[in-house]
């Protein structure tokens, strides 16, 4: 069982800045790979960014590329991703979530999200 708790959320004018962390219990850190994610209102929920186990590799959904980055601390249990010259499109429900199922891309366990408000 892995526990999942983003905290950074917030309310920032486009341009702005913010960073989200998720502080992960129960199973060891830095066995699994770690995404965030976010959903817009009456949007499906989109992949952001994931890094690997070591935090060696990362990957960005394009909206993101050259503005987000994607990192984890393994000794904190916690990841982070830092946000920079948001734009109202960014706007959401911002989820990390962990892979822990060995030989699987696959998500297992979710955060509770944490909301993102970029105004113009």
């Known amino acids: 069982q892995v526990q999942l708790v983003e905290s950074g959320g917030g309310s920032v004018q486009a341009g702005g800045s913010l960073r989200l962390s998720c502080a992960a219990s129960?199973?060891?850190?830095?066995?699994?790979?770690m995404g965030w994610f976010r959903q817009a209102p009456g949007k499906d929920r989109e992949f952001v960014a994931r890094?690997?186990?070591?935090?060696?590799?990362?990957f960005y959904a394009d909206s993101v590329k050259g503005r987000f980055t994607i990192s984890r601390d393994n000794a904190k249990n916690t990841v982070y991703l830092q946000m920079t010259n948001l734009n109202p499109e960014d706007t959401a429900v911002y989820y990390c979530?962990?892979?822990?199922?060995?030989?699987?891309?696959?998500?297992?366990?979710w955060g509770q999200g944490t909301p993102v408000t970029v105004s113009s």
């Open positions: 129960g199973r060891t850190f830095s066995t699994y790979a």
């Open positions: 890094v690997s186990w070591g935090g060696g590799r990362t």
């Open positions: 979530a962990a892979a822990t199922t060995v030989g699987s891309s696959s998500y297992d366990y």
